[in-house]
């Protein structure tokens, strides 16, 4: 039932999903497509049979594709129509040149890292080259790093929208430079103008509202699990939103999450949890048809890697928080 993490401890065996009855709710089938596509695509040992299967690709092995779920099914999630992030995602979902056109640049892997050069200078943000370095490197990112989706490494670039490199780019670093405390090393640039990115609408401030309770009110697994609308990130160890495709009160998603949670209260002895009879031939069914999720549940905002489904698609405000955790503990190690 439950297999070891890369990140040390249990996790729930993604072919857990081929032992339990089909699910009937858009939530459920959301879950399972995602799970059995992992399961699937994981079994598979060669390049050629991986590459037969849309829902998988070859990269250092078989793994389910980068692009298995659709980032713009959280538009007016996590992000409001006609942001920064919006056309950021628009254009990003383009994994080849070819297909980024119009309001869209391509940029090689070449010419980001020359672009953000500057990002990682020792100190404080103390000029404006570098917020502004930092703030392209973070949206740069942002599509693998928050929505899991593609790799600069294995495409060889990056479809850009065109404001990236542009008058509003501009604009926008000189914003949250002047906005920056910089008294800390460890300050994000995107972090002092979050709403000028993701923009403010209605459903934002509820993801929002949210996400603070989540965080301030949950310090266990079991307790943010109780609470409707959140989700435990196991990665990172904390409280947030959870996914905004999902239901929480979803009785395939409870059932989903308290296996997830039986896997992760073991931090050894995996087995112990028990085996399941996982059946890869059930995966086919389950990822027949790709979901088209229409609405979010209870939940109001991502979460990070510990929700289930679509588990990189963490919120704007909890991979800053990641990013500024994990910042601060190469810190206090150095």
């Known amino acids: 039932m439950c297999s070891d993490s890369l990140f040390g401890g249990c996790e729930l065996n993604s072919g857990w999903v081929t032992t339990v009855a089909a699910p009937t709710t858009d939530t459920g089938k959301l879950i399972a497509y995602e799970q059995a596509a992992t399961y699937k695509c994981e079994s598979i040992k060669t390049e050629a049979e991986c590459t037969k299967n849309s829902i998988c690709e070859w990269f250092l092995g078989c793994s389910s594709s980068s692009t298995l779920l659709d980032p713009t099914w959280l538009r007016d999630k996590e992000f409001c129509s006609g942001s920064p992030i919006d056309k950021l995602v628009t254009c990003g979902i383009n994994l080849k040149q070819s297909g980024c056109t119009g309001d869209c640049s391509w940029k090689t892997k070449a010419q980001i890292t020359d672009a953000t050069k500057n990002a990682d200078v020792g100190g404080s943000d103390s000029n404006l080259p570098q917020t502004k370095a930092k703030l392209i490197d973070y949206l740069s990112k942002y599509m693998e790093w928050d929505q899991s989706y593609g790799d600069i490494d294995q495409y060889g670039g990056l479809c850009t929208p065109n404001w990236m490199w542009g008058q509003q780019l ?14 800390s090393n460890i300050d ?13 609408c209605a459903a934002l401030t509820s993801y929002n509202e949210r996400d603070g309770k989540c965080f301030d009110d949950n310090d266990t697994e079991a307790d943010c699990n109780k609470m409707t609308g959140c989700a435990w990130d196991s990665f990172w160890d904390w409280c947030g939103a959870a996914n905004p495709l999902y239901d929480t009160n979803d009785d395939y998603y409870k059932k989903f999450t308290a296996a997830q949670q039986k896997c992760s209260s073991l931090s050894s002895n995996c087995a112990s949890a028990g085996t399941i009879a996982a059946d890869v031939t059930k995966t086919d069914a389950l990822t027949a048809t790709k979901p088209t999720p229409t609405s979010g549940g209870s939940g109001g905002g991502g979460s990070g ?7 990189g698609m963490a919120s704007m405000s909890s991979l800053l928080m990641a990013l500024g955790s994990a910042l601060a503990l190469v810190l206090a190690v150095l």
Do not use: Q
């Open 170 to 183: 501009d604009d926008l670093a000189n914003k949250a430079f002047k906005a920056e405390d910089f008294d």
């Open 188 to 200: 994000e640039p995107a972090e002092e103008i979050e709403d000028d990115l993701i923009g403010t």
């Open 305 to 311: 890697s510990g929700s289930p489904g679509a588990a």
